[in-house]
């Protein structure tokens, strides 16, 4: 990874949740939480307005437009950007169908905070066609 910062986005519909994220993640070195935003149509409009992260921590289970959905629509309308689903599920079949709408990594809500750091840079490491990490504990 390069001395610049990686400039991400905490998209959850708890706010304690994505707030103690962005808490988490400011503490890490290098790393900068440029916005939140409570679901996938609220994260859009802020891409929409030309505020690019470059790695997007998504829950799956939002109102309004979910992380999957979500994650559809990055994929074509900003391709750029890596995505990394948050849940609380870790079933095989829910990780593959992500990976294949275009998730470039996945964290369990239990995830410690070095396994969240890892992930970021892990997706931020990768190639185009990156396999999703898969952290559970």
């Given at each position: 990874m390069s001395t610049?910062?990686?400039?991400?986005?905490?998209v959850d519909d708890h706010i304690l949740f994505r707030k103690?994220?962005?808490a988490l993640i400011s503490g890490f070195p290098g790393?900068?939480?440029l916005f939140e935003a409570g679901d996938?149509?609220?994260l859009l409009e802020r891409l929409d307005q030309g505020v690019i992260p470059d790695v997007i921590?998504?829950?799956l289970q939002m109102p309004v437009l979910d992380g999957l959905q979500t994650v559809r629509l990055l994929r074509s309308q900003y391709p750029q950007v890596r995505s990394i689903i948050i849940s609380m599920h870790d079933e095989p079949e829910l990780i593959d169908s992500l990976r294949?709408?275009?998730?470039h990594g996945y964290l369990l809500k239990n995830a410690s905070p070095e396994e969240?750091?890892?992930?970021?840079?892990?997706?931020?490491a990768d190639t185009p066609h990156p396999?999703?990490?898969?952290v559970s504990r």
């Open positions: 610049t910062s990686v400039r991400l986005a905490v103690g994220l962005r790393m900068e939480v996938g149509q609220e921590l998504m829950d294949t709408e275009g998730a969240v750091l890892g992930a970021i840079r892990q997706v931020m396999t999703i990490p898969v």
